[in-house]
């Protein structure tokens, strides 16, 4: 009997291994199809990595300029894809929270190379449209994330679920942590109008405002993750149960990579990117607001317009809210004090234009959000705002 036992037993052990084994191997296919054109036509704009990188080797700025935006969008989407994955382990608060931080690599990435060429630059035009961009990338980002991403998110959400509900206490929070950092960007433009020479008093407002603004989104975490999770919580009968389609482990691999290979296309971006400027003749400004955080941003794009078509709307808004109060809360910030450090005259002095046209989107987001509920229409209204404002800063 104690024979035949040990026997059952070591078939069964050679069973579990087997049965773990191709469950390893369909999580490695998977990863692999993750990459595979054939699986996703959205993969066939890889091969613009390896254009932008000969278009760089021969000093093409204009060339190497766009198709390096162009590779950044599959890449993105394999970022979106990697996080969706792991949200299914981690929890929605998690998994966007996760999601709004890799896809922000992008913006981190390009403001920090911007503002060191500008440390590095003893032209002061360079030094001005470095510092320019930046800012109007800090602006854009948070549109583009607030009307663009989450708009199409509604669309397409509204398109496949009549109403979809989420957790309106989670967006309140958000919108009132936006409202914060607006307030952090009003009151260096209000006196910058006030007429007189008051450049060194809006530099150190903007450091002093980065540092507080810094620490509240330390509590803002710590209010998230740790002493208020169940406010996070996505309620209850909210979207379809999924199961992973890879192993974490591929997972992880999937989202470091891509975001690898998303900074370095963002570095041949940045290296062309004032030569490309003056090329293409297009104005720096829409540069900044709309085409770079465009690019940028395309992993909430996807994956927020994904999940809310399989009605998780919880998801969808922690990932374009969630970026937008991290560019506000946690990029901006970090920025103006690195620039301080690299002796760089960064302020949250954004321009007038740039400062109303966020307070207002803050505002009709936070109106269409407070309900609890979506449908396409607002969603509309929402694309409605970024077309505007995109034709406004592209008219200017």
Same mark, same amino acid.
């Given at each position: 009997?104690?024979?035949?036992?040990?026997?059952?037993? !070591?078939?069964? &052990? @050679?069973?579990?291994?087997?049965?773990?084994?191709?469950?390893?191997?369909?999580?490695?296919? &998977?990863?692999?199809?993750?990459?595979?054109?054939?699986?996703?036509?959205?993969?066939?704009?890889?091969?613009?990595?390896?254009?932008?990188? +000969?278009?760089?080797?021969?000093?093409?700025?204009?060339?190497?300029?766009?198709?390096?935006?162009?590779?950044?969008?599959?890449?993105?989407?394999?970022?979106?894809?990697?996080?969706?994955?792991?949200?299914?382990?981690?929890?929605?608060?998690?998994?966007?929270?996760?999601?709004?931080?890799?896809?922000?690599?992008?913006?981190?990435?390009?403001?920090?190379?911007?503002? +060191?060429?500008?440390?590095?630059?003893?032209?002061?035009?360079?030094?001005?449209?470095?510092?320019?961009?930046?800012?109007?990338?800090?602006?854009?980002?948070?549109?583009? &994330?607030?009307?663009?991403?989450?708009?199409?998110?509604? %669309?397409?959400?509204?398109?496949?679920?009549?109403?979809?509900?989420?957790?309106?206490?989670?967006?309140?929070? &958000?919108?009132?942590?936006?409202?914060?950092?607006?307030?952090?960007?009003?009151?260096?433009?209000?006196?910058?109008? $006030?007429?007189?020479?008051?450049?060194?008093?809006?530099?150190?407002?903007?450091?002093? !405002?980065?540092?507080?603004?810094?620490?509240? +989104?330390?509590?803002?975490?710590?209010?998230?993750?740790?002493?208020?999770?169940?406010?996070?919580?996505?309620? !209850?009968?909210?979207?379809?149960?999924?199961?992973?389609?890879?192993?974490?482990?591929?997972?992880?691999?999937?989202?470091?990579?891509?975001?690898?290979?998303?900074?370095?296309?963002?570095?041949?971006?940045?290296?062309?990117?004032?030569?490309?400027?003056?090329? /293409?003749?297009?104005?720096? /400004?829409?540069?900044?607001?709309?085409?770079?955080?465009?690019?940028?941003?395309?992993? @909430?794009?996807?994956?927020?317009?994904?999940?809310?078509?399989?009605?998780? $709307?919880?998801?969808?808004?922690?990932?374009?809210?969630?970026?937008?109060?991290?560019?506000? /809360?946690?990029?901006?910030?970090?920025?103006?004090?690195?620039?301080?450090?690299?002796?760089?005259?960064?302020?949250?002095?954004?321009? %007038?234009?740039?400062?109303? !046209?966020?307070?207002?989107?803050?505002? %009709?987001?936070?109106?269409?959000?407070?309900?609890?509920?979506?449908?396409?229409?607002?969603?509309? $209204?929402?694309?409605?705002? +970024?077309?505007?404002?995109?034709?406004?800063?592209?008219?200017?």
């Amino acid at each position: 009997r104690l024979q035949l036992s040990m026997g059952d037993s !070591a078939t069964s &052990n @050679e069973a579990t291994k087997d049965e773990l084994s191709q469950q390893a191997e369909v999580a490695f296919d &998977n990863l692999l199809d993750s990459f595979n054109p054939m699986k996703n036509k959205l993969n066939w704009l890889l091969l613009a990595a390896p254009v932008a990188l +000969y278009m760089n080797h021969q000093h093409n700025v204009a060339l190497a300029f766009i198709f390096s935006m162009v590779a950044i969008m599959p890449l993105a989407f394999l970022m979106g894809k990697a996080t969706e994955e792991i949200a299914l382990r981690t929890g929605e608060a998690i998994g966007g929270l996760l999601n709004a931080t890799f896809g922000n690599a992008v913006e981190m990435i390009i403001a920090g190379l911007a503002l +060191y060429a500008a440390s590095k630059s003893t032209n002061q035009a360079t030094i001005e449209t470095m510092i320019e961009v930046t800012q109007a990338s800090f602006i854009g980002s948070i549109l583009g &994330n607030l009307l663009l991403v989450l708009g199409l998110a509604m %669309v397409w959400g509204g398109v496949n679920h009549k109403i979809q509900h989420f957790n309106k206490d989670a967006g309140q929070m &958000n919108g009132s942590l936006l409202l914060l950092a607006i307030l952090a960007l009003i009151i260096p433009s209000a006196v910058g109008l $006030m007429g007189i020479d008051t450049g060194d008093a809006i530099r150190d407002i903007s450091r002093f !405002a980065a540092i507080i603004i810094l620490i509240i +989104y330390g509590l803002a975490l710590l209010f998230q993750l740790k002493t208020h999770v169940d406010v996070f919580a996505a309620e !209850a009968g909210h979207g379809t149960h999924e199961h992973p389609t890879m192993s974490i482990k591929d997972a992880w691999i999937l989202l470091i990579l891509s975001t690898a290979f998303v900074g370095w296309m963002a570095h041949i971006l940045v290296h062309n990117l004032e030569g490309a400027v003056h090329d /293409l003749g297009v104005p720096e /400004l829409f540069v900044g607001v709309i085409l770079l955080p465009f690019f940028g941003n395309a992993a @909430e794009h996807f994956a927020a317009v994904i999940v809310a078509g399989k009605d998780k $709307m919880d998801l969808a808004i922690a990932i374009a809210i969630g970026s937008s109060v991290q560019i506000a /809360l946690f990029v901006a910030p970090v920025m103006v004090l690195l620039a301080w450090f690299l002796s760089v005259d960064l302020t949250l002095e954004f321009g %007038v234009l740039e400062t109303a !046209a966020t307070f207002i989107s803050v505002l %009709v987001a936070n109106s269409i959000l407070s309900d609890g509920k979506t449908n396409w229409l607002e969603g509309a $209204m929402l694309l409605a705002s +970024y077309i505007i404002l995109g034709a406004a800063f592209f008219l200017i």
